[in-house]
């Protein structure tokens, strides 16, 4: 079984006596251990596929699964406590609270999944040798530069050993040189066996990974030549 699962998958929004259909009848699957990207133009669909995957949603029709468990009916609560166990979360604008040090913002997650005080304090320590701030745990946010806020929020993407880490353009608010060393760093995380995806609208960014699923008009859209190779075909629309 794949990790995640999404069979004929539909997403509709009334507006008024508009419907929109914001994913058409997608099916998807995403393997353990997979480092893709999902790009797109605005309005494409991807940040509600991406809102789906990372269970802050539930499809209007079809079936969702996450390492075994099916989310499409799961209440608020249940989608949460998934959310704190199974997923990690990586914004363009960071999303570090500001009054608490580099390892108070790491340690939050832990905190809502009930991990013992002296536990946590090793888990960010190892963290943050991980990323490479050992040195930064005791700073406030707005001390860093911007590469060292989003590699202390991959750090708390990643401290409850989630199954998938979903990266919304993760890069956006970054330089070149310093977007290429995040980037560098998903592929150093994927390699040891993370699953990753990156959520994009830049077709450079989305080069980067092995994998690309595109998404136009709430379609996955395969390339001709993917067609032609058979790659993906595990992938329908």
Known sequence: MALVELKNVSKIYQVGDEEIRALDNITLDIESGEFISIIGPSGSGKSTLMHLLGCLDTPTHGTLTLDGIQIQNASPMQLAAIRNRKIGFVFQSFNLLPKLNVAQNIEVPMIYAGVPARERHERVMEALKRVNLENRARHRPMQLSGGQQQRVAIAR???????????????????????????????????HGHTIVLVTHNPEIAAVTPRKIEIRDGKISLTLDERLSGKNLHIQS
């Not at 990643?158 to 880490?165: A, E, G, K, M």
């Not at 990266?167 to 994927?190: C, K, Q, V």
Request: glycine share 6%.
């Open 157 to 191: 993407a990643l401290i409850n050993n989630p199954r998938i880490v979903f990266a919304d353009e993760p890069t956006g608010n970054l330089d070149t040189h310093t977007g290429e060393t995040i980037l560098s760093l998903f592929r150093e995380l994927s390699q």
